[in-house]
């Protein structure tokens, strides 16, 4: 009891400290209410501690202590991904909309609208979105670093969707000071039967804190592709709020690479009967110091409907990976059809995957399944390379990317899929053997 009562006193004390640093933005009356909302969460619930159970694999102390560690910026010479596809660019520098670099945010099909300009407006539609998704997703686990977003993001985009989107918004993430500490919230609204493909790029922050709710009406559809990288000491938390209606879709898919700390969070509801949703993770980490989590809860609440979580890491040299996925089927989701994979290719004898797999199941016509496994490179496979005249060093590259492979066939979008093999390949490429 004692020990219980010490850690509550430290997990108040650091939140207090951090928010002590923080002043909540300006706004209209529904926005303002929304901000106090998370707020009074935030104090409620307490900043997370390595002794809580959803953090006991990564230690939240750099997301929680009131400054930012300094994150040197990174050479990049690869030009921009996705360069030759026709996208709708928005861009973010140090958490400020940049409208020079960024396209007109005016397409057929999207009305987007930044937070900051639309936080001023007396009447919006934001109103029932904003923070509302983030609040379910507490229900069953306590995410204060998603409350805190809700309460302190100062931009960030509003997105509604009202028909079939024929090119990909892209969301770039860039920084130029070393200490930079963003907060940045978007919101998804999906008209029925429209569709819409969200790209995020880019390192965003030294301390980067991104939420995006996404309310998918029925018989619509949403895709997301993200790829985390490459500044080597960027720390990033980011949380994904979906609810998703009748006969609707959602897939996602994220690429990681180098960073510290970079944790994902996932919390999706299938809400409408025959509803569908994906989400995937491909992540490749070297280096003591890299640490990657994924964390992912899908609530099926309806007839019918299919999930699945497929997560590949490949960590060399002490790098750390960690899954912790969670299907829960309440009593009335019958036919639920739930699919959980998640495993890890470790290149030594230092790197660690750490996973925690969990179905949780009311309803008695289901089929939900999980696996987690960890393993080195096939010897076998490696000498039948060799074998046939393929150097070491190139047949390991082949059979990381074909353990990767599960993931990514989860995009959809061929020309996208390419993009994220190139990152891949000139990630394998830089880092040797």
Request: negative net charge; aromatic residues 6%; proline residues 3%.
């Amino acid at each position: 009891m004692a020990l219980a009562r010490k850690i509550i006193q430290v997990k108040q004390d650091a939140t207090d400290a951090r928010l002590s640093l923080l002043d909540l933005p300006d706004g209209a009356t529904w926005i303002t209410e929304a901000r106090n909302a998370a707020m009074s969460r935030v104090k409620k619930m307490s900043l997370p501690h390595g002794r809580d159970e959803y953090w006991k694999f990564t230690k939240p102390d750099t997301f929680v202590q009131p400054e930012a560690l300094k994150a040197p910026l990174f050479d990049n010479d690869e030009g921009p991904l996705w360069a030759d596809v026709d996208r709708l660019k928005v861009v973010f520098v140090d958490g400020i909309f940049d409208a020079e670099a960024s396209d007109d945010l005016s397409s057929e099909g999207l009305v987007i609208e930044r937070l900051a300009v639309a936080a001023l407006k007396d009447i919006h539609w934001a109103k029932d979105l904003y923070g509302v998704l983030e609040i379910r997703g507490q229900d069953a686990v306590q995410r204060p670093l998603a409350a805190l977003n809700t309460a302190f993001a100062t931009d960030g985009i509003l997105v509604h969707v009202t028909g079939k989107v024929s090119k990909p918004l892209n969301l770039i993430y860039l920084y130029n000071s070393e200490t930079s500490d963003v907060n940045l919230h978007h919101c998804i609204k999906i008209d029925a039967g429209a569709e819409v493909t969200i790209l995020e790029t880019g390192p965003g922050a030294a301390r980067l804190n991104t939420v995006m709710e996404v309310d998918i009406a029925d018989n619509s559809a949403f895709h997301h592709i993200r790829v985390q990288g490459r500044d080597h000491e960027r720390r990033a938390v980011t949380g994904i709020f979906t609810r998703l209606g009748h006969e609707s879709t959602f897939k996602s898919f994220t690429l990681t690479m180098n960073g510290v700390l970079t944790r994902n969070e996932c919390v999706i509801e299938l809400t409408g009967d025959n509803a569908i949703a994906h989400v995937a993770g491909a992540c490749v980490g070297d280096g003591k110091d890299f640490h990657q989590d994924d964390t992912v809860f899908i609530t099926h609440d309806s007839f019918n409907c299919e999930s699945r979580q497929v997560f590949k890491k490949v960590l060399r040299n002490g790098a750390t990976g960690v899954f912790q996925g969670k299907i829960l089927v309440k009593k009335d989701a019958q036919k639920t059809d739930g699919y959980q994979i998640s495993q890890a290719l470790l290149l030594d004898d230092n790197s660690q995957f750490l996973a925690k797999p969990e179905l949780e199941i009311y309803a008695d016509d289901v089929a939900c399944s999980h696996g987690s496994t960890t393993g080195a490179i096939d010897e076998n496979s490696l000498f039948y390379l060799q074998s046939r005249g393929v150097p070491k060093a190139e047949a390991t590259d082949l059979l990381v990317l074909a353990f990767l492979a599960e993931a990514l066939q989860e995009i959809e979008d061929t020309m996208l899929a390419e993009g994220i093999l190139e990152r891949l390949n000139g990630w394998l490429a830089r880092h040797g053997h």
